[in-house]
């Protein structure tokens, strides 16, 4: 029988495949119970795990360099003293023969009662030994003997595979970049989430915000996944396949229909040049993006190199990352966003405390001011990358006029110290700021005489005006581009930036949307950043727009703060070919 559920479409068409569940968190933990007989194996298999967490400790421990920060090694021997202590190492045995369950299952138990009592604690300084008390159980599952939750190794995958996950991180992501599967569905996530963003990225069918696919769906069922429409329908009859076999050819073939506009120059009816950029998350993106026509990088989400792995990465193994990016473009810019961590994107080795609210805590650009020699070794490898193509630098998430001169300082300092060095870097490396933050916008004027360009990320512009959590799919129908205080937001960046002679890009998703490309022109936007998949169907649309054409609309759009006649009013305006 089919089972039909609704999502949220992340696009990239359709895949019919077999489902493959991915298993990840603590709150995934499987539960399954034991006869008498099995008891004592399970304890024996919850002792071995300690005994194998402990070794590891102890081997961290031992290797600690010399000229390590003090509070390393104060940090382990915590976490062995809090392995050795009865609530961690022996109740978890307990409840194991208690309740006749799962080694994984009794450390589960345990852990949330911790967790539930270290909550309740008012001391500031002991509440926040819960994630010592968390990374301690953490280390504890990986040691169950296979039992732990844990991704698949990519190499494992199939063409017709669709990972079905509960929810997936951006470092699942960057980790399932380069394999093959077909599709990737989850329960949770927003449209906009950085999962979103890679998963559009990778240009596979992706559904999201299914609620409860990661419950109903068994491992190898045959599933079709509809990325455009944000269908995913579980067991398909004969009739339902030969439709979608019918819609995935139809899908192809306008793709291939597409491709025949590569190579034309991005150009409206009246001759306007519209540079089309492509936004990247790692250096092998490269490729792709020269394929795609984009003129440039106008948007590298450096962070993303320092996800997915256990130690900072260093100076000079981020200079090789960014030089082989500026390289391989072949001197057409690419413009490198500096780390952006923290909200969903955090690092094992970043060992910051989860803030309650993380997306308004130490993200982006505070928390490179916050760790200035981190941001530090970051700029002198851009710097000297700099040498070695058009790199531009931007600072993401700025707030103020003080966090940007606080940023160029820092650049400036870096400069210097090259300098010093005798490094070569191009001197008038081009400076940007990313407006996302709404007071970075209304302030927008006084960056003007400080930068080279401006960005507008408007997937963080969308979420701090509306007060909407871009995770969060419980909300995502509020999430709206066209909402008349972003359109404001929006319109004030890019007049300031034309009126100050600086050149104004987007970068958020809107850009790559077909949907809002005719609006943005109409705002005076020149410059479009998006992932490569999208970039045709954008080419598209600027080829089939007379700017004089639209004026009228989008200005009428502009001046209307009633959201009705807003999406009347954008529907006219998308009305094809001619507006
Ligand atoms: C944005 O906020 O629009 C943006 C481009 O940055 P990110 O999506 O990585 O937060
Ligand atoms: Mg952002």
């Known amino acids: 029988m089919n089972i039909t559920l609704h999502g949220v479409a992340i696009g990239g ?248 506009i590569r190579k034309s120059d991005a150009k409206t009816r009246d001759g306007t040049v519209i540079e089309l950029l492509a936004n990247i998350e790692l250096p092998q993106d490269v490729e792709v993006v020269r394929g795609s026509g984009a003129v440039g990088v106008g948007l590298f989400r450096s962070e993303f190199l320092f996800l997915g792995r256990d130690t900072l990465p260093t100076e000079d193994e981020q200079f090789e990352a960014y030089r082989k990016v500026a390289e391989d473009m072949k001197g057409l810019p690419v413009t490198i966003r500096t780390m952006d961590l923290g909200a969903d994107k955090n690092p094992k080795w970043l060992n910051h405390d989860v803030a309650d609210n993380p997306a308004l805590g130490l993200t982006g650009i505070r928390l490179c001011l916050a760790e200035p020699l981190m941001f530090r070794a970051q700029l002198r490898a851009l710097l000297r990358a700099s040498h070695y193509g058009k790199i531009k630098i931007l600072f993401p998430m700025l707030n103020s006029l003080g966090e940007l001169k606080q940023s160029i300082a820092q650049l400036d300092y870096a400069k210097q110290e090259l300098h010093e060095e005798g490094l070569p870097f191009d001197a008038e490396v081009e400076v940007g700021a990313m407006i996302e933050i709404p007071s970075a916008a209304l302030v927008v004027g006084s960056f003007i005489k400080h930068v080279d360009f401006l960005s507008i990320g408007t997937n963080d512009l969308i979420q701090y005006t509306l007060a909407i959590d871009r995770n969060d799919d419980s909300v995502s129908h509020l999430y709206d581009p066209v909402h008349p205080a972003v359109l404001k937001l929006i319109l004030h960046t890019i007049r300031t930036g034309i009126k100050g002679g600086v050149p104004v890009s987007v970068c958020g998703e809107m850009a790559g949307d077909p949907r809002l490309t005719r609006l943005l022109l109409g705002m005076g936007l020149r410059k479009f950043s998006m992932h490569p998949a999208s970039l045709l169907a954008v080419k598209r649309m600027v080829l089939n727009t007379h700017l004089d054409d639209i004026a009228p609309i989008a200005g009428r759009m502009l001046r209307s703060e009633d959201p009705d006649k807003i999406a009347d009013l954008l529907q006219l305006l998308n009305t094809e070919p001619d507006v």
């Not at 300690?50 to 976490?79: C, D, Q, Y």
């Not at 911790?114 to 604690?121: G, S, T, W, Y």
């Not at 240009?203 to 491992?219: F, G, K, T, Y």
Request: with cysteine; aromatic share 6%; net charge negative.
């Open 13 to 260: 068409g359709i895949a019919i495949g077999r489902a493959h569940l991915i298993s990840r968190s603590m709150d995934d933990v499987a539960h399954y119970g034991l006869e008498d007989a099995e008891i004592p194996a399970e304890m024996a298999r919850f002792d071995e795990a300690v005994r194998a967490t402990r070794k590891e400790l102890e081997m961290l421990w031992g290797s600690i360099p010399e000229n390590a920060p003090a509070e390393l090694g104060a940090f382990l021997s915590l976490h062995i003293m809090l392995l050795g202590d009865v609530t961690i190492s022996r109740e978890p045995r307990e409840i194991i023969e208690k309740q006749h369950c799962n080694a994984e299952w009794a450390l589960k138990l345990q852990c949330d009662l911790l967790v539930e009592q270290f909550d309740a604690i008012e001391e500031d300084y002991l509440r926040e030994r819960k994630n010592d008390v968390l990374q301690v159980v953490e280390r504890i599952f990986k040691n169950l003997d296979g039992h732990a939750p844990q991704l698949p190794a990519p190499g494992d995958l199939l063409d017709d595979t669709i990972l079905v996950a509960h929810d997936l991180s951006p470092a699942d992501m960057v980790y399932f970049k380069d394999s093959n599967f077909a599709a990737f569905v989850t329960d949770v996530g927003g449209a906009t989430s950085h999962t979103a963003i890679l998963g559009r990225s990778l240009d596979l069918p992706s559904v999201i915000a299914l609620h409860h696919a990661r419950e109903l769906i068994r491992e190898e069922e045959q599933i079709i996944v509809d990325g455009q429409q944000g269908v995913l329908i579980v067991n398909p009859d004969e009739l339902v396949l030969s439709e979608y076999r019918r819609r995935q050819r139809a899908w192809r073939d306008a793709k291939r229909k597409l491709s025949s």
